[in-house]
């Protein structure tokens, strides 16, 4: 689910509606990576929704006579099929830790963060600071 991307030290953390426990709302997580060009393009991709059909329109149109594109396009299928396969596990990882060792931390202090143009991001902090919470026996 993260591409390989390094996180922050304490790069995920799970923050609760205080309206809403996290008995109703579970929570939203955030992620922080550490600082990568790649990060905003492939959102980009994302956002767009089209990388799947511009790939395949591009190996449609390759001349069939190129051996080397011929070659290429399986080992593409099969790259994009393990890199959903990793995807998948470290989505499991992530649900993991957000459902047994995050309920255990907490937000403390802080500020509002704000976006490229200086906008307020809702529900967005830096410069907190993380908690451990006791565990209840």
């Not at 109703?24 to 990060?39: L, R």
Request: some cysteine.
């Amino acid at each position: 689910m993260v591409l390989g991307f390094k996180l922050e030290e304490k790069g995920i953390c799970r923050v609760y509606d205080g309206e809403h426990p996290k008995k109703s709302t579970g929570g939203v997580a955030h992620f922080q990576f550490k600082p990568n060009e790649q990060i905003g393009k492939l959102l980009d991709a994302y956002d767009s929704n089209i990388a799947n059909i511009t790939l395949d329109e591009y190996l449609d149109s390759i001349d069939k006579s190129d051996h080397l594109l011929n070659a290429i396009e399986p080992l593409l299928r099969s790259a994009i099929m393990v890199w959903m396969r990793q995807a998948i596990e470290s989505y499991h990882n992530i649900v993991w830790f957000l459902n047994h060792q995050a309920t255990e931390l907490v937000v403390t202090g802080g500020e509002t963060a704000h976006d490229d143009e200086g906008n307020p991001i809702p529900g967005a902090k830096e410069n907190f600071k993380i908690k451990v919470l006791k565990k209840s026996k």
